[in-house]
């Protein structure tokens, strides 16, 4: 009987070990973007009542807010979620290791429910659904369930200011060599082709900000002494019927930000030839 008395008293001397280790440090964040496209500059602001260390994105770059697109401030596995009262339409991304990011109030969602999504993939547009006084994205990050201090490229953007216009912050998610894509503003609905001639009209590129691959030099687009030979390959939001919406031609005349025969995303970056 002596050597399992014995056995039971450094088992309870082991456990007892066990239980007073201390809880091993949170796992670290991913190197969190901002939730908007690149080159884009935006304001922000903390309402106290939020409690979950949450702020509020405006633009302030001169473009519009709403409509703008949102996107996946790292990867993860996107969920699709509605609350009238409250957060409108909404998506949490699981980022794993007990890390997740919340994106409310959006205009529509641009993912499936569980969908696997990239940093800077676009996940949604930006609103004012739900309990909102006007289109902007309310951003959170959260661990184990409880929010923290938002930090973007591993910069916390703390201490918070209480209104906008106090703090900027200029996107690089999604910029050049992120995807192969490259964001830019347009200021007009325009035509895409099937190409850089003009031929065959294929849809739509809406007005705002959107993502394109690459240019080619063609036909030029002229309106009194402005002008543009530059085609930039995109994908339309609105396609003809019949038509294929993928990889037609956009006039870079529409890119609000540059002049004659330039073709520069919103961050400056020269938009490679195809």
Known sequence: ???????????????GLFIA?????ALAAPNFKAPYPCGQRWT??????????????????????????VLASAAGTAYNYYQAGGAGNYVVIDH???????YFHLASFGVGHGAGVGQGQVI???GSTGNSSGAHI???QLYNGAGQTISINGQSLAPYPGSYNQ???TSDNGCSGGGGKYWVDTFANATGYKDAQMNDAQGLLYAGTNYVYCKVWGREVRVGDQFNHWWLRTDLDEVYAGKNGWGAYVSAYYLSRWGNDEARDNNGTVIPNC
């Open 138 to 140: 309310h951003y959170e």
């Open 96 to 102: 794993g290791g007990g890390w997740k990011t919340y």
């Open 167 to 169: 703090k900027y912050l």
């Open 21 to 25: 280790l201390p809880a091993g440090p």
């Open 44 to 69: 922000y602001s903390h309402h106290s009542a939020e409690v979950r260390l949450a702020l509020d994105f405006v633009r302030a770059d001169g473009g519009g807010t709403a409509g703008t697109p």
């Open 124 to 126: 949604g547009t930006t």
């Open 1 to 15: 009987m002596r050597p399992i008395r014995a056995t039971l008293i450094v088992s309870t001397l082991l456990l």
